[in-house]
């Protein structure tokens, strides 16, 4: 039996839901104003998730992503289930999405990540992304590393 499947959903709602209940089990405490940010209807669309193969309708890995602007897409919301971690279902979806994100001709993909989270970090980095700042959400808040993948990295000071 494979590890993840195709998610299906009735409809909108309870996909927000299923995404609200992933959110709001990861380890990383997503505050409660973003999850519902992030499973706003307007936002649906922009996740790519993996599902029980069983429960189709239960998601166990996901990630969306977002427009800043032209050039820039930043990947958030990034979580799997405790139960699926370490079975390559994380680094799925941030392939999925970046493909996604990479179809709407993107140039630079940022992401956001919990300094201490090792293993978002492992992938994203196997994925080409490299941290260029650090910042913290909130005083008392852990530390957050600024990750970015650039399509078209500048070579000796040039753009070639």
């Not at 990383?28 to 998730?49: F, G, M, R, T, Y």
């Not at 956001?112 to 808040?141: L, Q, Y």
Request: charged share 30%; net charge positive; with cysteine.
């Amino acid at each position: 039996m494979p590890v993840g499947c195709k998610c299906r959903f009735k409809d909108n709602l309870q996909k927000s839901n299923a995404i609200n209940r992933l959110l709001r089990t990861s380890g990383d405490k997503i505050p409660p104003d973003e999850i519902l940010n992030a499973v706003s209807l307007e936002k649906l669309d922009k996740w790519e998730l993996t599902c029980n193969c069983k429960k189709p309708n239960k998601v166990i890995s996901g990630v969306r992503y977002e427009q800043n602007d032209w050039y820039l897409r930043t990947l958030k919301n990034f979580a799997t289930d405790k139960y699926y971690q370490n079975k390559g279902l994380g680094g799925t979806v941030v392939k999925r999405a970046i493909d996604k994100a990479m179809q709407d001709k993107v140039n630079v993909l940022a992401a956001d990540i919990t300094v201490t989270n090792k293993r978002s970090r492992h992938i994203f980095e196997k994925e080409g992304f490299v941290p260029v700042s650090t910042f913290c959400w909130k005083k008392g808040g852990p530390p957050v590393d600024i990750f970015h993948f650039v399509l078209y990295p500048p070579k000796n000071g040039t753009c070639q």
